[in-house]
Every structure is written in structure tokens, then in C-alpha cells.
């Protein structure tokens, strides 16, 4: 259902959003990052990323669909189309705002956005639980900027569902910032000679060591208990003794929360592959990393991430306080040096030949063996009130949410973490046309007990 404004409500539309216009925007040509994600795109492994999100009470629908529309209007880039130029270089242009999917079905499945649009969603209400499915796609916007427009999408409708009146309470954006979205690259100020030598350490083994893959031998037996599954994803809610747990673990050990995560990640993927014949490939896990400067938190939802990658070979794991050591200093390293600025600035130089980078991914040979991302705490950050650390929006309290990054084709695992309400959740996310429902539970099931033995023989 989608609510189409006559003439009166669309001039109280923009009365209530009180933001600048974007109509002078478009067109934008694409930046490296999000031509690699144009490129990646296909119908089997698409480069969108679901959110999903749950809630109980009573939706005023009409009120959704009006801050729906509001919130599209102050992050265009979700509503903006592809076109491509003579040479098959693509632009942004202005779109159409995407209708909203009701549905009585369950929301398990990835609604699967297409790469002409930025984001698809479907809302399935059953009585008094509502359920929606945020399909973004990689090519618009990353994980932040997702979550930006999710809270500006229930901040207006708590507003609108409230019968307030008046301007929506929102922090000011400044859309015009969206021209310079990739001002973050490496060279903008001239070239350095460390610049150079940390390009080449991080975009030579990508091209020319090749990373382990995750095996598909025959799953163990699993205990599904406290497990919400869908057909790719599984998400696993660790108790809140657990999450305080590891937290008291690492300030214990004097490293960051994540140092645990991709530290045991490291150990999980390690166990698997062992015994097969992907076990002498180094295990290198991609991290999504965030490239905002300062200024660029006042841009609407956009792409400003990249890639970072962490490499251990076999015997690097098994000694689990060095391995962590290890992973804290080198995920210090990430943010100091902005290690992701190396990833963009090599498709940068190789979008100077476009044919290039489309052979490049278009080779047998994946960039990394797994994905791990960190989603922090986005549903705590809404700025909306809240009971028992549970966001209430309106009549609805939100239960919980998940996510995860897109798989690619031989990165065949995606995890990610995120904190609501005082628990940790572990989304994963696997290849369905390599492993069976009993693997892809498995390998959720490996890593939450790698959690286990942390809290039990380091707390």
C-alpha cells in the first residue's frame, strides 16, 4: 500500500519535513566504491543487504506510509535510479519513491532490491506483531547510513501516529554534501610514498594470494534451541549474562569487544576448514570500514564505506591469547592509518580501465574467506523513548532486528553483531547453493560456542 498526496498534503509534507530541497541534486556520477558494487550485482548474489525488524502493537498505516514518503524525500539516494552513459559508466539520476510491500506472509526471505533502485521493503502485521524486511542496496548506501534513514523513518511516524504538528524533530542534514561523498580518497592531496607502499600491502594479496574458502563437509548434529531461523539467515540472541560476559572479558584483557569477535571468528573459520584441503589457505576475513570524515555525518544515507582485510594463516590460530593480541593491534592499525582508503583508492586507479575491474571480479578468485561486520548499536541509538531498554515508537515496541552483509560467490559466510536492549545478537548469513540447512546452522552454532569457550577459560 502506497498513500499518493493530493495537493494540500504534499504542500503539508513539505512543510512538516522543513528540509532543503534535493531535486538540484541529480544527476551524480557513481563513485570506485559504488561502481564495484554496480559490478558485483547479480541475480543470484545480489549486492543488497537486509535489516529486519521486530515489533508489537497497532501500525497506523497511513501514518507509516506518510513518513515513509518524508523520509525518502530527505535521503534520495534510496529512491534514485541507474542510468548508464555510452561507455557503460553509470550515473544517478531521480527516482520514484518505491511502494511500500504489505503482505500477510512471513518476512523471511530477502526481497532481493534490483540494482536500479536503493532499497525495497516489505511489512508483514499479523494482528498485533509487525514484521519488515529492509532490502538496501550496497550501491546506495551502506550499513550507518541505512540505520540513519531507519530511525528518521520511526522518528517521523512516532511524530505523525502522535497527531503532532508542526516540523518533524529531526537533526539537519545537508544533501549538497552528497556531490562530495567520496572526498575521504587517498590521493586528493597529492601522492606519498607510504601511501604507496601500504596500496600495494593491501591490494597485492587480493590479486595474488588466494584465500581460503570455507568448506562444505558434512555438518555435525545442532542444537537449534534459542534460534530464530530463516531460509539464509540465522540469528542467535546470546543471554544478557553472556553479553556481559564477554564485555567483562575484554576490558579484563584490555582490548576492544570486536578484538574478541573477529579473534574468535578467526578460530571458528580456522576449526572448520581443518582436516580439508583448504586448511593450508590463509583465513582472510573482510571488514567493512567506515570512511566518514567529521562533516560527512551531516550527509543523508550514502556509501562512505570500504574494505579492510585481516589475513592468519592456520598457525597463527592456535594460540589464543597471541591470536587476539594480534587482532587488537591490527584493528587499531585499521583506524589509525583509515586502512580502508587503500581498498577504494586501488579501484580508483583501476576504474581509470573499467574493463579491468570487470575482469578482475569477474575471475574465479574471491577477495576474502568470510565477511564480519560490527552493526554496533543501532536500534539503542533511535532517539525515541524506551521501556526496559526496548524502543517505543507509537503504540509499537520494538523486540529485536538483524543483519547481515550480502555474501559473494566463493565468500560464501557473512556474520554480523549488533546490541539491543542489553543482548548481543549474531546474524549469519550463508550460501544456500553450497551448504545444506543443517551446515548453515552449524556454522552459527561453531561460532556462538567459540563465544562460550571465551566467556568460560578468559571471564
Known amino acids: 500500500m502506497s498513500v499518493k498526496p493530493d495537493v494540500t498534503t504534499e504542500f503539508d509534507l513539505r512543510h512538516l519535513a522543513n528540509d532543503d530541497a534535493t531535486d538540484q541534486l541529480f544527476p551524480l556520477p557513481f563513485t570506485p566504491f559504488e561502481f564495484y558494487y554496480y559490478l558485483e550485482d547479480r541475480p543470484e548474489y545480489a549486492s543488497a543487504f537486509p535489516v529486519r525488524l521486530e515489533a508489537h502493537g497497532l501500525l497506523d498505516r497511513e501514518a507509516f506510509a506518510r513518513a515513509f514518503q518524508l523520509t525518502h524525500a530527505r535521503h534520495p539516494f534510496l529512491s534514485a535510479q541507474i542510468e548508464c552513459d555510452r561507455r557503460g559508466w553509470p550515473t544517478w539520476t531521480a527516482g520514484e519513491i518505491p511502494r511500500i510491500q504489505w503482505t500477510t506472509e512471513p518476512c523471511g526471505m530477502s526481497v532481493g532490491a534490483a540494482a536500479s533502485g536503493g532499497m525495497q521493503m516489505r511489512i508483514n502485521q499479523m494482528h498485533d506483531k509487525i514484521d519488515w524486511l529492509f532490502d538496501f542496496h550496497h550501491c546506495a548506501v551502506d550499513g550507518m547510513g541505512a540505520f540513519l534513514f531507519i530511525s528518521d523513518l520511526f522518528v517521523a511516524y512516532a511524530h505523525l501516529a502522535s497527531g503532532a504538528r508542526g516540523p518533524l524533530p529531526w537533526r539537519k542534514l545537508e544533501p549538497e554534501r552528497l556531490r562530495n561523498r567520496d572526498g575521504h580518497q587517498l590521493f586528493k592531496r ?36 534459542g534460534v530464530n531461523a530463516g531460509p539464509n539467515d540465522l540469528v542467535h540472541h546470546l543471554t544478557e549474562f553472556e553479553t556481559a560476559e564477554l564485555s567483562r572479558v575484554a576490558s579484563k584483557l584490555e582490548v576492544m569487544l570486536n578484538d574478541l569477535f573477529v579473534r574468535d571468528y578467526f578460530l571458528m573459520l580456522t576449526a572448520w576448514n581443518r582436516g580439508t584441503s583448504e586448511a593450508r589457505r590463509q583465513i582472510r576475513i573482510l571488514v567493512p570500514t567506515n570512511l566518514r570524515r567529521r562533516e560527512d555525518y551531516r550527509m543523508p544515507a ?14 597463527d590460530c592456535q594460540d589464543r591469547a597471541a591470536l587476539l593480541a594480534s587482532v587488537h593491534d591490527e584493528m587499531a592499525e585499521i583506524k589509525q592509518q583509515k586502512r580502508g582508503r587503500y581498498f577504494e583508492a586501488g579501484l580508483r586507479l583501476f576504474c581509470i580501465w573499467p574493463n579491468l575491474l570487470r575482469w578482475s571480479l569477474s575471475r574465479d578468485w574471491p577477495f576474502a574467506t568470510a565477511i564480519f ?5 543501532g536500534l539503542d541509538n533511535v532517539p525515541l523513548p524506551d521501556s ?4 517505543i515508537c507509537g503504540d509499537l515496541v520494538f523486540e529485536r532486528g538483524s543483519g547481515a552483509a550480502p555474501i559473494r560467490p566463493d565468500t560464501r559466510v557473512s556474520f554480523a553483531v549488533h546490541a539491543y536492549a542489553g543482548r548481543l545478537a549474531v546474524c549469519a548469513r550463508s550460501d544456500p547453493r553450497v551448504f545444506s540447512a543443517a551446515q548453515q546452522q552449524a556454522i552459527l552454532d561453531a561460532y556462538i560456542e567459540q563465544l562460550r569457550t571465551t566467556i568460560r577459560t578468559e571471564s
Open 302 to 315: 550514502t556509501n562512505v564505506f570500504s574494505f579492510s582485510f585481516l589475513s592468519r594463516w592456520a598457525r
Open 190 to 225: 597529492g601522492v606519498k610514498l607510504v601511501d604507496l607502499v601500504r596500496l600495494a600491502r593491501v591490494t597485492l594479496p587480493l590479486n595474488y594470494r588466494r584465500a581460503a574458502i570455507v568448506s562444505d563437509h558434512a555438518a555435525p548434529a545442532v542444537n537449534t534451541s
Open 373 to 377: 561486520s560490527n552493526l554496533g548499536t
Open 388 to 391: 526496559d531498554g526496548h524502543k
